[in-house]
């Protein structure tokens, strides 16, 4: 999570690593499918894939930039939108709904959660 806090909320990426990306699936997601692999047998010596999805660094800004309310203030703007239509570089075949059941949770979900729990640290870390 520290990558995206110092690329959503402190802006620390330039306009050129903000078009590159990779996959990103939500820790919770991930903890579920360890579980699901665990309990069932379809799983059993099977190598699975758990990606919620690919992105571009851009992609996660303009996502996050789109909640609303904002869990925090003044988030980084890249270029909002300058992702848009453009290829993935990594796409990911995953069959973790197929053999886990697994439905992951949206992105924009998991950065609304991220931008929260940020904010809830912050708002410690300055009580004390």
């Not at 999570?1 to 959503?8: I, K, L, N």
């Not at 190598?47 to 909640?67: L, M, T």
């Not at 990911?92 to 979900?109: A, T, V």
Request: hydrophobic share 40%; aromatic share 8%; proline share 4%.
């Amino acid at each position: 999570m520290q990558e995206v806090y110092d690329t959503v909320v402190l802006g620390k990426k330039d306009d050129a690593t903000l078009q590159s990306g990779n996959a990103w699936v939500d820790v919770r997601d991930l903890g579920l499918a360890h579980v699901l692999a665990a309990e069932q047998a379809a799983a059993d010596g099977k190598r699975i894939i758990i990606s919620g999805g690919s992105f571009f660094w851009q992609e996660i800004v303009d996502v996050a930039n789109s909640i609303k309310p904002a869990p925090v203030p003044n988030l980084a703007k890249g270029k909002p939108g300058s992702t848009i239509g453009k290829p993935y570089l990594y796409k990911f075949k995953s069959s973790s709904e197929r053999i886990l059941g697994l439905e992951y949770r949206s992105l924009e979900s998991t950065l609304r959660n991220a931008l929260e729990n940020f904010e809830e640290l912050k708002e410690l870390k300055d009580s004390n």
